[in-house]
């Protein structure tokens, strides 16, 4: 069965530093999110992408986040320069768009630790 | 805005023993309604959904029942197994439709079933 696959598992940076999380949506997907999970609370929206632009984004996806698909297969979130606040799960998901409720298909996410 | 509420855990039960995790939920319109499942050291993975009023998804014996009444959307199993084990968040995406809608999560609730 395709899924959504995420590297790396877990990213330990300093703060300040900038990190690239990679995602590979399901490959007839057409709609890709990023959600993250802070320990002990709610996993939360954080940006949803289509057609090569960003379609909604929360408030927490500041100038200092940004998302591109670089090549036909990936899905990136890149957060400028980190702050220990960011310390999260971050998952990656993707839905076809072709059929409602057009499920979401989620990744086995990211820990990432600023230190 | 929308938001979803659900039982705080840990939840620990007996092997064969019943279970219900309560969600109820706050949204404008006729949302989608969603149980997701976190295995230790894995992601999230759908369980079951519902698009309508008096809808029940349903999947490896779990069930749920949308009731746009009390607007809840109740996770149930008749007999838990040790294999049950992981953490439950209720969601739900604003609209039935298909294409770019964020999910909301709840806060999650641990279940640890015991032998």
């Known amino acids: 069965e395709p899924e959504v696959t995420q590297t790396p598992s877990h990213q330990v940076t300093q703060m300040g530093q900038e990190v690239i999380l990679r995602c590979v949506p399901i490959?007839?997907?057409?709609?890709f999110y990023w959600y993250r999970q802070i320990l002990g609370q709610k996993v939360e929206f954080l940006v949803s992408?289509?057609?090569?632009?960003?379609?909604?984004k929360s408030e927490i996806f500041d100038d200092q986040f940004s998302v591109e698909r670089p090549d036909g297969s990936n899905f990136t979130l890149k957060i400028r320069s980190t702050k220990l606040e960011d310390s999260a799960m971050y998952f990656c998901?993707?839905?076809?768009?072709?059929?409602?409720?057009?499920?979401?298909?989620f990744g086995p996410g990211t820990r990432l630790t600023v230190l | 805005g929308n938001s979803v509420t659900q039982m705080e855990g840990p939840v620990t039960l007996s092997e064969e023993a019943f279970l219900t995790i309560n969600c109820t939920y706050t949204?404008?319109?006729?949302?989608?309604l969603f149980w997701y499942v976190q295995y230790p050291g894995e992601g999230l993975q759908l369980l079951l959904k519902?698009?309508?009023?008096?809808d029940k998804g349903s999947n490896k014996g779990f069930e749920a029942t949308y009731r746009k009444e009390t607007t809840s959307f109740h996770l149930e199993k008749g007999s838990v197994q040790v294999s049950d084990s992981a953490v439950y968040f209720c969601?739900?995406?604003?609209?039935?439709?298909?294409?770019?809608?964020?999910?909301?999560f709840g806060k999650g609730t641990k279940l640890s079933v015991i032998p």
């Open positions: 519902a698009t309508k009023a008096d």
């Open positions: 949204a404008t319109g006729y949302p989608s």
């Open positions: 969601a739900l995406k604003a609209g039935s439709g298909a294409g770019s809608y964020q999910l909301t």
């Open positions: 998901a993707s839905s076809s768009g072709t059929s409602p409720p057009d499920t979401q298909y």
């Open positions: 992408f289509y057609n090569n632009e960003i379609s909604e």
């Open positions: 490959s007839n997907h057409l709609y």
